[in-house]
């Protein structure tokens, strides 16, 4: 049992390259998230998926996209890099009742750099 | 939307109680969390409380909530080295599956 998996664990892209960070839980978690954490700004959400085939808005949803590729999976796309993605990002899933409706599962985050 | 306030940082002697102070401004949530980040890592959950309680206990930490003020802290006795992370609150939205995170508080250790 992997928990929430996140691949790569670092990257440095240039202005205007493309990339896919990708994300997978093994919890059968309904609801997956992408967050992107900034010093001082706390955990900003990009996208989330309350359930396999549905996507929906964060608070910083500009310059990327996402997929909910099945219920294990969810990505996310940068397609021109900017330097102000410069960030960590984390993926993170969420099970269905109780304590668990609200308790997320993180994965250990990609840290990006675009230069 | 929901604004989970923290202060950025904490320092505290080994041995010593740490408290971190948590301020909301709404919540319709059941439940409301702490989170711990170690260095290099994701979040993981480390406590919650029941929006119906005013405090709880779990070894050396103390959840206090103060529902009137919309305030929460987490009280960590007898501080050690190992507790240096930074510390989120997270508040649960009205009507979805997202939570609020705070800006995280840094709790160093000095031994």
């Known amino acids: 049992n992997a928990g929430v998996t996140q691949t790569p664990k670092f990257q440095v892209l240039k202005t205007g390259q493309s990339m896919t960070l990708q994300c997978a839980q093994d919890m059968n978690h309904n609801s997956m998230y992408w967050y992107r954490q900034d010093p001082g700004m706390g955990l900003r959400l990009i996208y989330y998926?309350?359930?396999?085939?549905?996507?929906d808005k964060g608070e910083v949803p500009n310059g990327y996209n996402v997929s909910r590729l099945n219920k294990r999976e969810f990505s996310l796309r940068l397609e021109s890099a900017a330097p102000s993605q410069t960030s960590v990002y984390f993926c993170?899933?969420?099970?269905?009742?109780?304590?668990?409706?609200?308790?997320?599962?993180f994965g250990p985050g990609t840290r990006l750099t675009v230069l | 939307g929901e604004d989970v306030e923290q202060s950025l940082f904490l320092s505290v002697r080994e041995g010593d109680s740490s408290v971190i102070n948590c301020t909301y401004t709404d919540s319709s949530s059941t439940y409301l969390y702490w989170y711990k980040q170690e260095p290099g890592a994701g979040l993981q959950l480390l406590t919650y409380i029941f929006s119906n309680m005013d405090m709880k206990q779990d070894q050396r930490l103390t959840v206090l909530l103060n529902k009137k003020d919309k305030h929460l802290s987490l009280r960590i006795a007898d501080t050690q080295t190992g507790d240096s992370a930074i510390y989120f609150c997270a508040v649960p939205r009205k009507g979805y599956q997202k939570v609020t995170f705070g800006t995280g508080t840094k709790l160093q250790v000095i031994p």
């Open positions: 998926s309350a359930s396999e085939g549905t996507t």
């Open positions: 993170a899933s969420s099970g269905l009742a109780g304590a668990a409706l609200h308790t997320q599962y």
